[in-house]
């Protein structure tokens, strides 16, 4: 299958920026459609923004011209950029690869993200 490592999280004031990275081993990057997931406490867990191998992209209402998410299929990475962060933004935050034809794909582990003052 597929292994995913995210990093990048952290503390953040609000309308601060992060940038979240995730690595796929384990199989072929670029087959797979990439996702940010996001999980509040006591929340369901809810895409954010995803990309296909090809680059075509989606987004969250909430997150839309704030959040840009990108790959590298030479790296194996796919990023998301977080600018004018809110304090509703706070929530861990999973990467998820995803090839439903293959029947293959994963999630990462979390990484937390915390916009406060």
């Known amino acids: 299958q597929v292994q995913l490592v995210e990093s990048g999280g952290g503390l953040v004031r609000p309308g601060g920026s992060l940038r979240l990275s995730c690595t796929l081993s384990g199989n072929i990057f670029s087959i797979f459609t990439m996702a940010w997931y996001r999980q509040a406490p006591g929340k369901q867990r809810d895409l954010v923004a995803a990309?296909?191998?090809?680059?075509?992209?989606n987004y969250a209402d909430s997150v839309k011209g704030r959040f840009t998410i990108s790959r590298d299929n030479a790296k194996n990475t796919v990023y998301l950029e977080m600018n004018s962060l809110k304090p509703e933004d706070t929530a861990v935050y999973y990467c998820?690869?995803?090839?439903?034809?293959?029947?293959?794909?994963?999630w990462g582990q979390g990484t937390q993200v915390t916009v406060s003052s």
């Open positions: 990309i296909t191998g090809g680059g075509s992209t």
């Open positions: 998820n690869a995803n090839n439903r034809h293959l029947g293959l794909g994963g």
